[in-house]
């Protein structure tokens, strides 16, 4: 079964505060379904219309966990807390093998 990848593109964070506690609460909200962060922090390089804002690449063992993860009331009280204190994008993709 294929791993799948949560993808978390920051454009903005507009609250350091409302960041601050979504950041204390998200990981122990995913742990439960595998989430390993692979890659955190400013892009290094951006090309191609990039920027190069905060990004986080996290793996789980197959696109159920991730989606299901994401889904998760915890993790809902995690976005609960961040409330419109980032403005970001979230993709879900799953991995080749």
């Excluded at 090309?47 to 989606?67: D, H, N, T, W």
């Excluded at 807390?81 to 991995?95: K, P, Q, S």
């Amino acid at each position: 079964m294929p791993k799948a990848y949560i993808v978390f593109n920051y454009y903005s964070i507009t609250d350091p505060q409302k960041f601050a506690a979504y950041v204390k609460l998200a990981p122990a909200a995913v742990a439960p379904f595998g989430s390993r962060v692979l890659a955190r922090g400013t892009a290094a390089a951006a090309y191609e219309q990039g920027m190069k804002e905060r990004i986080l690449i996290a793996e789980f063992p197959s696109l159920e966990k991730a989606i299901a993860a994401y889904h998760s009331p915890a993790y809902k009280e995690a976005l609960k807390a961040l409330g419109g204190g980032a403005e970001r994008d979230v993709r879900i993709v799953e991995g080749l093998e």
